[in-house]
């Protein structure tokens, strides 16, 4: 099984709804990452979270939100939805320590038309 | 504000033709270099971290190398199913976040 899993992997929907993307690990690490991905831009840090209590806006925050439900579960809400949100989402963990290394999700594909 | 730049945009060699990635990088304080491999559609998967000039590390037909400036990841006798993007990250400071490059495309032709 999967380290990091997202849910959904893929995902069409109408401007102006709400939309949830799930996170989860089974890692044990404490700190999770949203991040998106667009043609020629690369990766971008939406938001990170260092432990559950602990949530924190990374460079391109507006028009979502975040949610750190348990150690092992960190979700991404677009209370609603524009196209140029439509993007590929990956979500990542890292253990905390000196190593910064993170782990990636798989991604979920979304598009707002 | 750290800063990564990644050349050439995309590369494509032959099967068999040796060729090295460049990822420069500006820090205030580098804790960590990283090098992802990434697959059309897929999430990054982690090859390596670097975390001093002098550093190498090798996996297979791939070596990472990092100086004070930058990075290489040099590509040995590359296959077709070593095609990806190649992506570079650095952590700096106290906070452990990843600036990322925009990743180098890679294509093998057999």
């Known amino acids: 099984d999967a380290d990091v899993t997202q849910t959904p992997r893929n995902r069409i929907t109408k401007t102006g709804k709400r939309i949830m993307l799930e996170c989860s690990q089974t890692?044990?690490?404490?700190?999770m990452y949203w991040y998106r991905q667009d043609p020629g831009l690369g990766l971008r840090l939406i938001y990170y979270s260092f432990d559950v209590k602990d949530i924190n806006k990374g460079e391109i925050s507006d028009g979502y939100s975040v949610s750190r439900q348990a150690q092992a579960k960190f979700s991404l809400s677009l209370e609603s939805a524009i196209p140029n949100q439509t993007a590929l989402y990956f979500c990542?963990?890292?253990?905390?320590?000196?190593?910064?290394?993170?782990?990636f999700g798989p991604g979920t594909r979304l598009t707002v038309l | 504000e750290d800063q990564v730049t990644q050349s050439p945009e995309a590369l494509r060699l032959q099967e068999g033709e040796s060729s090295s990635l460049n990822c420069s990088y500006t820090?205030?304080?580098?804790?960590?270099l990283f090098w992802y491999r990434q697959d059309p559609g897929k999430g990054p998967e982690f090859l390596f971290t670097?975390?001093?000039a002098g550093e190498e590390k090798e996996k297979e037909r791939l070596k990472a190398t990092l100086t004070k400036k930058e990075s290489f990841l040099h590509i040995t006798a590359p296959k077709p199913e070593d095609s990806a993007t190649y992506l570079c990250?650095?952590?700096?400071?106290?906070?452990?976040?990843?600036?990322f490059g925009k990743g180098i495309t890679l294509s093998v032709r057999p």
């Open positions: 890692k044990g690490h404490d700190r």
């Open positions: 990250a650095v952590s700096s400071g106290a906070n452990s976040k990843l600036t």
């Open positions: 820090v205030s304080g580098l804790r960590g």
């Open positions: 670097l975390y001093s």
């Open positions: 990542a963990t890292s253990d905390t320590g000196q190593t910064d290394t993170q782990y």
